[in-house]
């Protein structure tokens, strides 16, 4: 919804978005930590085994760790119920997410046997379900790295080989020492990491800067709540030292992928390192040489990391080395970077789609189409997700219908969804839907068709609003023959400042007078406090004409009226308070009329 001032040229365009922060809030990092099974989860289910591709170039960049020849006596496997001593490599994929280094790796490699877990279900059954799945060459498990023991399904110091490939970006950077000491627990002495992730400088990153996705430094969340956190050589390097690795290689690759056709350049940037835990004599060492590096300044980018292929670098004396390329999207296909690593939304500048959603309010169902409000941090148009103001607001419309009955209402920035609307549909003459973003009101239209056959959508009419556009604002008037509006809805809608004043002037002009014998016209917010305090809410509408008959707060509190007017029981004017406190926390509700 946006909102212009014909009083003031200087006031402009008010965009009623929230203002962009240096960092998201503490509820959504919070919610992204806790739900980050969830998300995933749900990125398989929509994706299954479609969205990577296989990773091939495992064998040219790796190739020599997959192999048995410096495995001495290998190790014994259990394999389709017998002992075997055939020198056999074990490896363990971390994050194997639809398979894409599992099956690639067994289909190379005759001899190896792989363990792959992820914490997401829904990956793990994917892999299960693949044609190349058997418990002879892969052993498929639930496990959230950060929290689960990988000790609980393989035996200590077992395996050769661990392949971590944009696996670690996913975990909060406070969570990833844990991870290193349960990856180290099955990892043999001389056993090697494989680490290929995201680097300082990517695209990727660099397109979320612009954007409200960032968590903490170089950590940053996806429009579909999963998150990426961008590597830099430093930082990576001290993760693994500080639990006894030694890095064997570090290489940051930049690839320049050219879209020909749009004539656009994009920078890929990742970062591949090999790290070893060395035996319990070299151990020591290790130990010294990652206090020396702590402690230095390490000019040039120098560190303790050797190379194994320093012929790739610029020079052969620098083990940590970048590599630039550009290549056309099909040219790079055929490179060792997959165009799917990184997730192409985040290359090409994809939208997120509306997906399904049924809400219930009370005895009604609404059947829309909507973006989850993860996407708030990607989206600018808040109005393409559901907000529990909004459903809280519908609940009290369902079932106090005495406001509805009857009456010309009119919603405020009422989203993609407009569920207030549609609730008041069912007993009012008229209603109004408005929002001032043209893409929200176009997939509003999508929306109240699908409810046409279970509510009044012949009486919905849907029209673009900028509050304090005198021009909208008229045109919207004659809608009702000029008298104006009997109830005027509004859900979330002060939460920008600059907006609100906007708002109760174009209420004042769009609501009725008071008519001797005519029920009396009302204005009816629900809101959660952010952005905005409630003095300065009530100042704006006190300062267009409005006087407040009820305030309500799901918590219990409310604040004493400074000028010490009345403030009757909003519970005492509405059913269902209660159950809306129970379910819906910190909101408030706030009924106004015209003064006098």
Same mark, same amino acid.
């Given at each position: 919804m ?8 200087e006031?402009?365009?008010?965009q ?25 989860d ?17 064998d ?32 363990l ?18 001899d190896?046997?792989?363990y ?8 793990v ?23 689960d ?21 996913a ?8 991870v290193?000491?349960n ?18 400088g ?21 429009g579909?709540g ?7 050589? @430093? ?31 994009? @920078? ?15 151990q020591?060492?290790?130990i010294?040489?990652?206090? @020396? ?7 040039n ?13 610029r020079?052969e ?14 040219e ?13 939304a ?58 509805t009955?009857?009456?010309t ?25 408005? @929002? ?38 008229s045109?919207l ?31 004042k ?71 809306i ?16």
């Amino acid at each position: 919804m946006a909102a212009t001032s014909n009083t003031a040229k200087e006031v402009g365009r008010v965009q009623i978005y929230p203002e962009k922060t240096p960092e998201i809030s503490n509820f959504w990092r919070e919610k992204y930590e806790k739900d980050a099974r969830k998300y995933w989860d749900i990125f398989y289910k929509r994706n299954e085994n479609r969205f990577f591709k296989d990773r091939h170039y495992l064998d040219k960049e790796w190739g020599q760790y997959f192999t048995s020849k410096d495995t001495g006596a290998g190790s014994v496997v259990v394999d389709a119920g017998f002992l075997s001593d055939e020198p056999r490599r074990k490896v363990l994929e971390v994050g194997c997410g639809a398979g894409n280094t599992v099956f690639p790796l067994i289909a190379q490699y005759p001899d190896l046997f792989v363990y792959a877990c992820d914490f997401s279900p829904r990956a793990v059954d994917v892999v299960k379900a693949h044609e190349d799945y058997s418990e002879s060459r892969v052993k498929a498990f639930i496990c959230d790295a950060t929290s689960d023991s990988l000790l609980e399904t393989i035996p200590p110091a077992s395996v050769d080989v661990i392949t971590l490939v944009f696996m670690l970006s996913a975990v909060g950077p406070e969570k990833m020492p844990a991870v290193v000491r349960n990856l180290k627990s099955v990892l043999k002495r001389g056993g090697h990491i494989l680490f290929r992730d995201y680097a300082v400088g990517d695209l990727a990153q660099e397109r979320f800067m612009t954007k409200d996705q960032k968590i903490s430094d170089n950590f940053y969340v996806r429009g579909d709540g999963t998150r990426a956190y961008y590597f830099s050589e @430093d930082g990576l390097e001290k993760l693994f030292a500080e639990e006894g690795f030694e890095c064997k290689q570090m290489v940051v690759h930049n690839r320049q992928l050219e879209n020909r056709a749009r004539k656009i350049k994009m @920078d890929r940037r990742w970062i591949q390192c090999v790290f070893r835990l060395p035996s319990v004599e070299q151990q020591e060492a290790v130990i010294h040489v990652a206090e @020396d590096f702590h402690e230095s300044s390490k000019p040039n980018g120098a560190g303790p990391c050797e190379t194994h292929q320093s012929a790739c670098c610029r020079k052969e004396e620098n083990p940590r080395c970048e590599l630039e390329q550009t290549f056309s999207e099909l040219e790079l296909e055929e490179q060792v970077v997959d165009l799917s690593e990184g997730y192409g939304a985040e290359l090409f500048g994809g939208a997120p789609s509306p997906e399904p959603l049924e809400v219930v309010v009370g005895d009604y169902k609404v059947n829309a189409m909507c973006l989850s409000n993860e996407n708030q941090h990607t989206f600018a148009a808040t109005g393409f997700m559901l907000w529990d103001s909004a459903l809280a607001l519908a609940k009290v419309l369902a079932k106090n219908t005495f406001l509805t009955q009857g009456q010309t209402v009119l919603e405020l920035g009422c989203g993609s969804i407009g569920l207030c609307s549609l609730i008041a549909s069912v007993t009012a003459e008229k209603v109004v839907a408005t @929002d001032g973003d043209s893409g929200t009101l176009d997939l509003l239209r999508q929306n109240l068709e699908l409810n046409r056959e279970s509510f009044g959508v012949k009486k919905i009419m849907q029209r673009k609003l900028q509050w304090g556009n005198m021009e909208e604002i008229s045109a919207l008037k004659a809608v009702t023959a000029n008298r104006g509006f009997d109830l005027i809805i509004g859900s979330d809608v002060t939460y920008v400042k600059a907006a609100v004043p906007l708002l109760f002037e174009t209420a004042k002009f769009l609501l009725r007078e008071s008519g001797v014998g005519m029920p009396e016209p009302q204005l009816l917010l629900c809101h959660r406090i952010r952005g905005v305090a409630e003095s300065d809410i009530l100042a704006s509408a006190a300062a267009n004409g409005f006087c407040m008959k009820g305030l309500w707060t799901s918590d219990g509190i409310v604040v004493d009226d400074k000028e010490g007017k009345k403030r009757s029981d909003i519970n005492l004017l509405f059913e269902g308070l209660e159950d809306i406190g129970i379910n819906h926390n910190s909101l408030q509700l706030l009924l106004l009329t015209r003064l006098g």
